[in-house]
């Protein structure tokens, strides 16, 4: 029986203002489609909604996809999707999606270009780069690139940074969660997995894992046998869910830490076996942290929860066996936040959760092989400036404040004059929009990769368009460390329009890049112009690596082929192709209840492994560049509001991801804009109501927005969702809805990662 | 021939939309908040203030068609146009909806509504037409389900999930006062 | 004039001159214009549901009945209201009364006609409707009997009409009679279209079958007086024409009591009763102005006018009588309306709304285009009716 329904809104895809010059006729699937076809084909695919990734399988009948299902085989999603997993259809067939290439005729941020062939794109981009390096004498620094995709992150930087040589890699990390990732590699040497699952009792700041879902970790909660404490400025989900519930001051979640640490070694609650085989200057942790008498009455002044609840939970938490203080993340926060993500580190070391159940464990991650190529070397390269006066910062993915900061000020050492921006929605996702845009406006060359007409797209000289997750076919990639696991992302429909995978836009632009770029290169470059005396052209372009285009002699099906065969077998192949997902008791997982599977049994789950490593209680270098070697508490991080004011305070809904989500279809029916949460009786007082528009001021700028007036946030904080306020008319769904939290952000950022400080502006409010 | 029920346990819930949006991609709802066959409803309140919060009311609770075995939907339709399957599921004759919307009327949980694309009521079926049609055992709302709380299968079959889940745990039905005697089982 | 073997004496002036013929007086022409604009209303609101179906109207999910249905009792109850009327002389053989017999079986058709139209607007398929309603009957539904009875009830008014018009006594009586009780039926069905509504408290129950025979008949006497104002231009000087209307006017004072004795009671057993979503939905209506536009003008000031003098003052009941069915139209509308006011669903869906109190409801443009267009339909037809038949009660017999 084979019945599709195709009437709701078979439009006809025209001509849209983003492409003024540009149309076709190319028929788009209704919004939703119903079928009750058997045997329809069900492609493997990984989610890309968000940077979590969850594991599906797409139904396609007729090259449309009429539905998505979570896949059971992988350890990682549990058997589930999100709402935005399953409304990822609508990102697929989003009628304003980019489609050809494009290049600008009007003003930055007019959004008026025309439509051109592939070839003239990498004509137009060949020429601007050409001029731009060849000016600033091959230093290919000056061609700044980032990326705020997860998947191809690797690959991208190996075209940008290997082959062409560019030291600027910017990424999210910096307006996300480096301070994390780095307070838990520098304090235990690795970054770690947390076993939500096997812990008992488990204490959460700020991290909303009931709103941003993080596969395992959300699912694994929800069934956990486990006591959840939660720490937030704001009632979120995860708070309206936990066992309980510390309403705290926005930025003083190091303060509870810190009493947590004091009351655990002053009553010895810590463990003493672990302590005194792992930890490095643990004496001069306990000489710190009882100076400085952090007790739980001192917290309290700071924090605002009682102490006797400090001492109670951190009793209860030295207590239970398996004691777990998540390792959230939500942005970056505070000044303090490298050292508040580092005392929840030695929190969990001192209880001994390091390596084993219920803790932060090492596991056995899959290592999958490289594919080598071979790299040029530039002498005149010069190295980036963005991580100049920050302690550690990113090496991989730079500060993107001080960056930016760097350009609009002219204080970087050399012009940054191009830039190529993948899937990183700069105008909408750092602090202080208009920054942003002056940054780019002093580029001579901007290209956007990228699936919608984002805020950003439209500021870029030449727009190529990517196609969506589901249209193309990824390398492999291997996922955790408990239950590791591979997975595949196949493609379930060909690109549509004249959208390509991020190779085969790469693969194109290398092809139009190497040799005009390589006699740039000749001309400036003594060490090469040496090889190319000794060796002649030919093999001095070949063998220097000068071949953009090394990676994609074969295509992705074959490359991953290939890797995959030669390092885990055909099998493994076969199960990624048909299932999505390999694991090695894939054949013999079995169901517990309701669909809800036991991938690894319990036996052969990697909780502990045999590793040397050390807690490292003091940081040298810290102590070197004036910042605290060990977590400390300073005046400055006290939550401090002048009266008639509110700190912002920023989070997302459920159905959103960032701003990458905004348009679609499906999910603005259940977010279509975001609302300014005010506390009811401040909001009685000011006579704000339901639905109110009130304008909040800041530093930087201003925002209008309605009110949402409810007795889930603190007095003196205010929260809105990120992700809405969207500029680019091109967006018909998003455009206009709501307001952007970062046109207000103060751009502030920490020096130890030169993270942006997202919870650290004051404003004020009026009612319109 | 089966006697299809689902059960919920809701407490589990976490308001995530993804059964919503599951369910309309599958069955073809029209896009648009009012159309769904199936919602979330936040039942109570977070109560007190801000520092002193109760959270102790509220809960969510999944909302949708509660297949009444004594249909009041059933009864009203002029045309006889809504009929029971060989599945226990309520399931409606579309080319014999004349859109009195006296099923809307009669229904006291508010599970229908008109679907504009068909020009007739629509209510959750057990996506009865789509995955049970083509031999799927799950429905779309309980496969996406991140809580996993949605349990579906054939209540007259005791060695299915739902009946054992319904043995062994207690559970309740929405407004009883109605006599609708629900299919759809609240876990406590 | 002679269709086969029906004879339909038709007056002998009537076309369309005579149609067009009527004094061209400044109330006259008011008339006219406003009944073409209700008509042209109606063709621009039909037009408009044709092109955008149920979203042209106001009805949403929760309140899924609208002013159309209101509309639609509003014109059956008048039609019933007419036949009990119309039943009165020539069905139960008061004399006094049969003078406004004729008249008022053609009002009961021409009003269930308006009724009809106005609904086949309403339902999504009409035609549906009709089909499956025979071959495959839901005969749980009181839809179903309400819209099947009302079906056999216009045949029987009809047939009636045709043997009144012939002067066929007789069997005007025996088909009166049967229209008279399948019109009850038809209408104590309509009340059961309510009174089944076990999700509505408010409205379940015996109730609205009962008092929906007692409004009818109450509607029927108010529209007497109008058509009989309009027939005799306010000049009552006509002794049997002045005993009709007296006696008309006592049988509604005595009606008007026992609804307002019945309405008391159905108040006081909702508020204090105290059942939930029954006692705060009877709450919420007192607080309405729409309620009390019904009681006022439906019942109090008739009644005061009655009371005055014992219903001698036919002009003064003429008036009372347009103010008694804009009361009456608030009666209908108010039932729909109140039935559905609560929330199937009390919660909370989305996080930005307050959990709802009630439901909201008003009528759109084209809803109200449409429902007026259906007055407009009936004044026509009406009006047709008077050049084409002699409605007075033949002379002689």
């Known amino acids: 029986m084979k019945k599709i329904e195709v009437s709701r809104r078979k439009f006809l895809q025209g001509s849209v203002s983003l492409c003024v010059y540009a149309s076709s006729a190319m028929a788009m699937p209704l919004a939703t489609t119903k079928t009750s076809k058997k045997n329809a084909e069900d492609v493997p695919y ?123 890699f910017l990424d999210e990390g910096s307006i996300c969660l480096n301070t994390k990732l780095g307070a838990t590699q520098l304090t235990i040497g690795d970054v770690g997995e947390m076993d939500v699952a096997g812990s008992d009792y488990m204490i959460i700041s700020g991290a909303n894992r009931y709103e941003s879902l993080i596969t395992p970790d959300s699912v694994d909660m929800l069934h956990a046998k486990q006591k959840l404490v939660v720490l937030d400025p704001r009632c979120t989900m995860t ?73 109670r939970i951190t009793k209860e938490f030295f207590a239970a066996s398996h004691p777990l203080y998540y390792l959230g993340r939500r942005s970056v926060w505070s000044q303090n936040d490298f050292q508040f993500r580092r005392a929840m580190v030695l929190i969990n070391a001192l209880a001994g959760s390091i390596n084993r159940k219920g803790g932060i464990i090492f596991g056995k991650p899959f290592h999958l092989h490289e594919e080598e190529i071979n790299e040029p070397l530039y002498s005149n ?100 460390r408990l239950e590791p696991s591979l997975a595949l992302r196949n493609q379930a429909i060909k690109p549509m329009y004249e959208s390509k995978s991020m190779q085969d836009i790469l693969k194109g632009l290398g092809k139009k890049l190497s040799v005009p770029l390589f006699k740039v290169s000749a001309k400036h470059d003594a060490d090469l112009q040496e090889s190319i005396k000794n060796y002649g052209k030919e093999k001095a372009f070949t063998e220097g690596g000068y071949n953009m285009t090394e990676l994609y002699k074969y295509d992705i099906t074959t490359r991953n082929k290939k890797l995959i065969t030669a390092q885990f077998g055909k099998k493994v192949y076969d199960s990624l192709k ?67 004011a509110f700190r912002v305070i920023t989070g997302r809904y459920v159905t959103t991801t960032q701003s990458a989500t905004a348009n679609n279809e499906m999910l603005k029916d259940f977010q279509e804009e975001n609302y300014l949460w005010i506390n009811n009786d401040v909001a009685d007082s000011l006579g704000i109501k339901l639905g109110d528009s009130v304008a909040v001021m800041s530093s930087v700028s201003s925002i209008v927005i309605k009110a949402y007036p409810t007795n889930k946030i603190a007095p003196q904080v205010l929260w809105l969702s990120h992700g809405f306020g969207i500029h680019a008319r091109e967006m018909t769904h998003a455009f206009g809805k709501g307001a952007s939290d970062n046109m207000i952000l103060e751009d502030k950022f920490e020096k130890i990662y030169g993270c942006a400080t997202m919870h650290e502006t004051n404003v004020t409010i009026r009612k319109l | 021939m089966a006697n299809y029920g689902m059960a919920f346990d809701y407490k589990l819930c976490i308001n995530c939309h993804a059964c919503e949006v599951a369910c309309k991609e599958e069955n073809g709802i029209d896009l648009g908040a009012k159309n769904h066959r199936l919602w979330i409803q936040e039942d109570a309140l977070v109560k007190g203030d801000f520092w002193d919060l109760d959270r102790s009311e509220i809960s969510f609770m999944q909302m949708q068609c509660q297949e009444c075995q004594d249909a009041p939907c059933l009864k009203a339709c002029p045309n006889g146009a809504i009929y029971v399957d060989e599945n226990g599921i309520v399931r409606l004759h579309q080319d014999k909806c004349d859109l009195t919307r006296a099923c809307m009327e009669a229904c006291p949980y508010d599970a229908r509504y008109v679907d504009e694309k068909n020009h007739v009521t629509d209510k959750c079926i057990f996506c009865a ?52 005697k629900p299919k759809l089982f609240y876990l406590k | ?94 004399k006094d009364f049969t003078m406004i017999s004729k008249r008022a079986i053609f009002g009961s058709i021409v009003t269930i006609l308006a009724g009809f139209a106005v609904i086949a607007f309403e339902i999504g398929h009409p035609v549906r409707m009709m089909i499956y309603n025979v071959i495959s009957p839901g005969l749980t539904s009181a839809i179903w009997w309400m819209g099947t009875l009302y079906g056999l009830y216009l045949t029987f008014m009809i047939i009636e009409f045709y043997f009144l018009l012939n002067n066929d006594m007789k069997k005007a009586k025996i088909f009166g009679l049967t229209g008279l009780l399948v019109g009850l039926a038809a209408h104590s069905n309509l009340g059961g279209v309510f009174g089944f509504l076990n999700a509505r408290t408010i409205s379940n129950g015996v109730y609205y079958p009962t008092y929906f025979i007692l409004t009818a008949f109450i509607t029927g006497i108010y529209l007497s007086f109008i058509v009989m104002g309009f027939r005799y231009k306010l000049n009552f000087s006509d002794e049997k024409v002045k005993k009709l209307l007296e006696g008309l006017a006592k049988i509604q004072g005595l009606l008007i009591s026992i609804l307002i004795f019945f309405m008391t009671w159905k108040l006081l057993t909702d508020v204090y009763g105290g059942m939930p979503t029954r006692a705060d939905v009877a709450h919420h209506m007192l607080h309405t102005g729409a309620f009390w536009t019904e009681v006022i003008c439906a019942m109090l000031i008739p009644l005061a006018v009655i009371l005055k003098d014992f219903g001698k003052s036919p002009v003064l009941m003429f008036w009372a009588s347009l103010i008694g069915m804009v009361g009456i139209f608030f009666m209908r509308y108010n039932l729909v309306h109140d039935t559905q006011v609560k929330p199937l669903q009390m919660m909370k869906i989305t996080e930005y709304q307050l959990p709802p109190e009630w439901i909201e409801y008003f009528p759109s443009a084209t809803e109200i285009m449409i429902a007026l267009g259906g007055l407009g339909l009936c004044i026509l037809l009406y009006y047709v009716g008077t050049r084409a038949f002699n409605l007075d009660e033949e002379e002689g017999h």
Not at chain 1, 92 to 100: E, F, P
Not at chain 1, 462 to 468: A, D, F, M
Not at chain 1, 601 to 622: A, D, G, M, S
Not at chain 3, 23 to 28: A, D, I, M, R
């Open chain 1, 46 to 168: 990984l989610c890309n909604m968000c940077r979590n990734k969850c594991a599906g399988f797409a139904r396609v009948e007729e090259n449309i996809i009429t539905k998505l299902n979570p896949n059971h085989y992988f350890p990682k999603s549990r058997n589930m999707l999100c709402p935005k997993g399953n409304a990822a259809i609508q990102a697929v067939y989003d009628k304003d999606r980019l489609k050809y290439p494009l290049i600008r005729m009007g003003k930055r941020g007019d959004g008026r270009y025309r439509r051109v062939t592939w070839d003239e794109a990498y004509e137009y981009i060949k020429d601007k780069l050409v001029k731009i390096i060849d000016e600033e004498k091959d230093n290919r620094s000056t061609v700044a690139y980032c990326n705020g995709e997860g998947f191809n992150k690797d690959e991208y930087i190996k075209f940008f940074g290997s082959k062409l040589g560019s030291a600027n």
């Open chain 1, 381 to 480: 390269t010069v190295d980036r400036f963005d991580l100049d006066g920050i302690v550690y910062g990113s090496q991989k993915g730079g500060s993107w404040l001080n960056f930016r900061e760097k350009i609009v000020t002219n204080t970087s050492p050399y012009p940054v004059k191009a830039m190529f921006i993948r899937k990183h929605n700069l105008m909408q996702n750092m602090p202080n929009i208009e920054k942003t845009k002056k940054m780019l406006n002093m580029m001579d060359l901007v290209v956007v990769l990228d699936t919608m007409p984002s805020d950003t797209a439209v500021m870029a000289d030449v727009i190529l368009p990517e196609c969506t997750f589901l249209e193309r076919e990824d390398m492999v990639v291997s996922f955790n």
């Open chain 2, 129 to 180: 037409d789509t995955r049970l049609a083509r031999g799927e055992t799950t429905t779309a709302c309980q496969i996406t389900c991140p809580a996993k709380l949605r349990y579906f299968g054939d209540l007259d079959d005791e060695n299915s999930e739902i009946s054992k889940v319904l043995k062994e745990r207690e559970h309740f039905t929405l407004k009883p006062e109605a006599g609708t």
């Open chain 1, 239 to 311: 708070a309206i869910k936990a066992d309980e519930y510390l309403p705290v001051n926005p930025g003083t979640d190091l303060a509870f830490c810190l009493s947590m640490i004091y009351i655990a070694i002053k009553d010895e609650l810590y463990d003493k076996a672990y302590v005194k085989t792992y930890f490095k200057d643990f004496d001069k942790l306990k000489k710190h942290i009882l100076s400085k008498k952090y007790t739980a009455k001192w917290a309290e002044s700071k924090t605002h929860i009682p102490a006797e609840r400090i001492k």
């Open chain 3, 1 to 94: 004039m002679k269709i086969g073997p029906l004879n339909i004496p038709l007056k002998e002036d009537f076309s369309l001159k005579s149609i067009l013929g009527f004094e061209k007086t400044p109330l006259n022409m008011l008339i006219a214009v406003a009944t073409l604009a209700m008509l042209a209303m109606f063709v621009i609101g039909v037009a408009n549901y044709l092109v955008h179906g149920h979203e042209a109207y106001g009805v949403t999910r929760q309140h899924p009945w609208g002013l159309l249905i209101a509309v639609y009792i509003f014109f059956v109850v008048s039609s019933t209201g007419f036949c009990i009327v119309g039943s009165l002389g020539d069905v139960f053989g008061f």
């Open chain 1, 578 to 644: 048909k299932r999505g997902v390999w694991h090695p008791y894939i054949d013999t997982q079995k169901e517990i209840f309701n669909n809800y599977y036991e991938y690894y049994p319990k036996e052969k789950r990697h909780y502990t492994v045999e590793r040397n490593y050390k807690v490292h209680c003091y940081l040298k270098k810290l102590e070197k560049h004036g910042f605290d070697p060990i977590p400390a508490w300073n005046d400055h991080y006290d939550f401090k509001v002048p009266k008639e």
